[in-house]
């Protein structure tokens, strides 16, 4: 008999024969309606109208035909819940059967319907079969208990099941205790914070009892539950360790993995000097091997853990670089895969080894894979000094093979391979030249303009060559006219006679005929800087560059420990972080390694790396989300990053500045004219600006058409501290409002969104006055600037120094903490200027000990200009006084906070370079003087 | 946990769906194409319509057995065109997902053999109540077929007594899940198969590159009662470890003893007694079952050294010579062999020569298969061809995938031998010499290259 014809294609009334079928007296017939009927709702067929007709059959003692009126009321009940109603009797009655397995399937069909009415049936039933004599329906109910919580967790917890739950740990049978420790730690998922699965040494070793015992899924379950426990010492974590070990032998990967990630864990807690240390490594080894030799879908999964686990434990397979090597037949997923470990296990001992497979492999026929083959041959070049010659070899080679996508590749990993080892290579740019015509990805178009603007001077044609590129120059992708415009600006720079009509035809280029705003400030900045400074031009075009790194494509040290501890699930596969791809709160608590603590030892700072220890392996004691943003008092936040606005900005640091800040308001201005092209006229800033103070203001690199002055962008914190978050930021005041200028730069690998901004209590009161928007989310390498308004109603504590401020940033991440001194002009009202009257009488009445005195060198202006600066920063002159060829200034400022500060300064004029100023500042909290005196100078200085 | 898990035929069509968690399912890609009449219905069928768009009908190769649609992960695997794929939202054991869909697979073959669209239409019923039975809420739970069969039977449910069904729950719970109580035999009888593949990449010079085995020791037993087994083999480490008290043992055994570099056992061994004393014991499953698999990289004999030759004459012409010589004892006979030599894609003709066996050019395959039925230990044979070829303007020069071999020998490649299989069975009155033992050495080449 078989059952295929229950798929046969249905015809019209087919709904209205199947209702009279339903409704036989026939058994069999019945049971062949059902089939059909569950065969219509496999298909997509809605064959809800047949609910009550369905239901009916349920009361039987054909077990096979209640299973089928269970599948179908679990698909529809949720659409008919006023007729699912009807089943509870059913159930209520099944639950009670003498047949453990008819107790066991009602009580799990039960669960899966998800209709309130029937949960509240629900409760009695379960908790009759959570205490049930047979095993079977214990620990079917210990999963019902899961399903429950996921309908309605509160009437779990008022029904008392949890409690019921956490008993079944104990439970004598196996398989129970598997099923509660699983249902346990879903629902411990959804309340962090609770202490649901309390974990602790008796538990513990009940739970390893019972691993030894119960089926492979049940160990599984066992394992990833043991993973989230943290030994309170080194002494606990081994003898956990030593219990699990022999989980490494089962036949069930996925037991393999989940021991592999408790052992990595636990691992973090012993010290390297330990025999055992040595003895779990070399255990560890053997079993990650054998999953090679899974099924492909399983060996992938093996392949994206094996990657985490060279990039934490490197030691662990750094021989066994051979088992890696690629087989023809693998599936392309396994190929690459297989390829990333190789090179990550690359080494001056198996070199040699590694570059002759990639060579074969570069002449496969996957195009993805034969790339990648090729990539990784310059990635050894970079990490093995020794070898790169070797490499260099190779890949010419491989270009001459002609083959398109294989030249590309090899001219982009040459490229890397000029900056790591500069001058040693460059006798192959004739051989690279020659391929210049069949480059057609914009990558390859891109590295090659870097070779040749970059060896200008060395390449005859070079003017030649770039011109060609040049023709095109609208129709090239952002990435290689950034390059061209790069590459012909050194070019000009090393060739300034020859080349001076190829260097205006690309700036005319880029600042005239693009729309892309990146490439018009690229033009515009080196634009200005050739016809400023030629010679700071050179200095920063021509800079210095820094190394590249050996290691490509590594994850943060922090991503990575939180993978650790997800090894062997989807988190793994993908290298994210559950957040990343899990919806809701489920699943996305924040998970690291445990930080290594002998028994005595006390737990180290996040500031403090353990002595010897590579900075990967920093403990992470950043607490979870939940209950870190509302308190930031108690947390150990370390000096500031930097201090924004006292810093002299070098020579390439201005190159910056000119990107993030100036040149923004510059081209959005109302009054904007595009520079002429045939003369570059000796100061671009002059047709833009409104007004004298501005031209000043521009020609610094700092843009603000009106209010106070405005530090440059100083990084506030660094993407290594942040998981790949960069925020670099300053402080404006404009026409009374505060804000905070943030610019966020993900430099991760992997999305980013939810911001939110927090900041701790400070000295004036200062936060957010609006939540942090960011619109969109966060892609890798892009950058955000959002200016944040900012009030002086929050609470109010004095802070170390006055101006520190303290501030928690978070994101689908994680969340970072900073702290960054603030101006202190940005607190100036504009109200302040005080009555004359008034000042000489507050003057007077502020003791003589709250005077502080400061003196400002190397500050030639003049009086007017001293004055204009000040005013526009909120600092009022209200008198000024000529004494003995002196000039005296009498100005006010007042605070956010109502705090008046009251002052003289004393301008000697005389050779403009030695000016020096006198600065007397009287106030009735003195401590502010000092921060005032910081601002006069940054206002004045810039 | 699994959300659902969901089996296709090769054209997309949804043959099994079974749901187990609402989550799946809600805003995924391609809800356009369904009416929107019955909109529950319909988040499920989404998560459904998500796979067969971006996987099944996806015109490229897969890129990856687990693919994220919409923030919902899709697991799949193949079997012949049959796809089947669990389906999650979750941050699940993603190695414990693959391995629950081999599991399952395995245990529909032993319900209805071969997994094909026909079988999997004909059993529908039947694979519904597995699922229920194998994933609660998408965790799974016992599947060892064993277990399974004692009551799910598609036979309706036979009047048990009281006594039996207590006997099914304890075993579908118990510790010994994968054996019942009570069986029974006149004539106890066991037989081993060492089962091993070995694996080779050798570079055109004759250098190996990579070389292992991957072994298997498969167990069918029909032993009565519950007996307690103990399984010896020639392991480097126990016999070391014996050694020491016997100092002649070590002189007459060391030379064969084999160093295992890892192995994996069934669920029936006592893992926490090989890891402590390296012993292998466990109470069998009735009937065959997998005992260990295993895994050696160090003195393999490899039965077959394969020395290319290719010559490239001209732009139109490549003249081939492999010679395969036998490594093993003259007494032994390998059978099914099997050299295959990749020619480009395009050759017009070929020309072959062979002292032995049989060999043809197939066009579709794009190689030479030479075949030889069976061969000695120690003899050497050879095969020249001429391949002509279309002048092309593919500017790409031929990949030269390697040659591959198959074959079959009566021997273990890695040198594992079977030293005792123990059994005790204290209730029933039969001992160890009453159990009569098979064993049987088969190799078989598993990946076998070698580059030209």
Known sequence: MTDSKYFTTTKKGEIFELKAELNSDKKEKKKEAVKKVIASMTVGKDVSALFPDVVNCMQTDNLELKKLVYLYLMNYAKSQPDMAIMAVNTFVKDCEDPNPLIRALAVRTMGCIRVDKITEYLCEPLRKCLKDEDPYVRKTAAVCVAKLHDINAQLVEDQGFLDTLKDLISDSNPMVVANAVAALSEIAESHPSSNLLDLNPQSINKLLTALNECTEWGQIFILDCLANYTPKDDREAQSICERVTPRLSHANSAVVL?????????????????????????KLAPPLVTLLSAEPELQYVALRNINLIVQKRPEILKHEMKVFFVKYNDPIYVKLEKLDIMIRLASQANIAQVLAELKEYATEVDVDFVRKAVRAIGRCAIKVEQSAERCVSTLLDLIQTKVNYVVQEAIVVIKDIFRKYPNKYESVIATLCENLDSLDEPEARAAMIWIVGEYAERIDNADELLESFLEGFHDESTQVQLQLLTAIVK??????????????????????????????????????????????AKEVVLAEKPLISEETDLIEPTLLDELICYIGTLASVYHKPPSAFVEGGRGVVHKSLPPRTASSESTESPETAPAGAPPGEQPDVIPTQGDLLGDLLNLDLGPPVSGPPLATTSVQMGAVDLLGGGLDSLIGGPNFVAPPAAAVPASLGAPIGSGLSDLFDLTSGVGTLSGSYVAPKAVWLPAMKAKGLEISGTFTRQVGSISMDLQLTNKALQVMTDFAIQFNRNSFGLAPAAPLQVHAPLSPNQTVEISLPLNTVGSVMKMEPLNNLQVAVKNNIDVFYFSTLYPLHILFVEDGKMDRQMFLATWKDIPNENEAQ??????????????????????????????????????????????????????????????????SLKCRAPEVSQHVYQAYETILKN | MIGGLFIYNHKGEVLISRVYRDDIGSQIAGSALFSSSRPFLEERRNAVDAFRVNVIHARQQVRSPVTNIARTSFFHVKRSNIWLAAVTKQNVNAAMVFEFLYKMCDVMAAYFGKISEENIKNNFVLIYELLDEILDFGYPQNSETGALKTFITQQGIKSQTKEEQSQITSQVTGQIGWRREGIKYRRNELFLDVLESVNLLMSPQGQ??????????????????????????????VIEKQGKGTADETSKSGKQSIAIDDC????????????????????????????????????????????????????????????????????????????????????????????KGKAKYKASENAIVWKIKRMAGMKESQISAEIELLPTNDKKKWARPPISMNFEVPFAPSGLKVRYLKVFEPKLNYSDHDVIKWVRYIGRSGIYETRC
């Open chain 1, 854 to 919: 400061f003196q400002i060198r190397d500050c030639p202006l003049n009086a007017e200009a001293v004055s204009s600066k000040l005013q526009s920063s909120n600092i009022f002159t209200i008198a000024k006084r000529n004494v003995e060829g002196q000039d005296m200034l009498y100005q006010s400022l007042k605070l956010t906070n109502g705090i008046w500060v009251l002052a003289e300064l004393r301008i000697q004029p005389g050779n403009p370079s030695f000016t020096v100023l006198q600065l």
């Open chain 2, 208 to 237: 190996v590159l990579s070389a292992h085995v991957s072994g298997r020791v498969v167990m069918k037993s029909y032993l009565s009662g519950m007996p307690e087994c103990k399984f010896g083999m020639n392991d480097k480490i």
């Open chain 2, 264 to 355: 994996t056992f069934h669920q029936c061994v006592r893992l926490s007694k090989f890891d402590s004393e390296r012993s292998i014991s466990f109470i069998p499953p009735d009937g065959e079952f997998e005992l260990m698999r295993y895994r050696t990289t160090k003195d393999i004999i490899l039965p077959f050294r394969v020395i290319p030759l290719v010559r490239e004459v001209g732009r139109t012409k490549l003249e081939v010579k492999v010679v395969i010589k036998s490594n093993f004892k003259p007494s032994l006979l390998a059978q099914k062999i099997e050299v295959r030599i990749p020619t480009p894609l395009n050759t017009s003709g070929v020309q072959v020569i062979c002292m």
């Open chain 1, 491 to 536: 070019l000009f720079l090393k060739k300034p006679t020859e080349t001076q009509e190829l260097v205006q035809q690309v700036l005319s280029l880029a600042t005239q005929d693009s729309d892309n705003p990146d490439l018009r400030d690229r033009g515009y900045i080196y634009w200005r800087l050739l016809s400023t400074d030629p010679v700071a």
């Open chain 1, 258 to 282: 989940s021991a592999v990630k408790v052992l990595m864990k636990f691992m973090e807690m012993l010290s390297k000097d330990l025999d055992y240390y040595g003895t779990l490594l070399k």
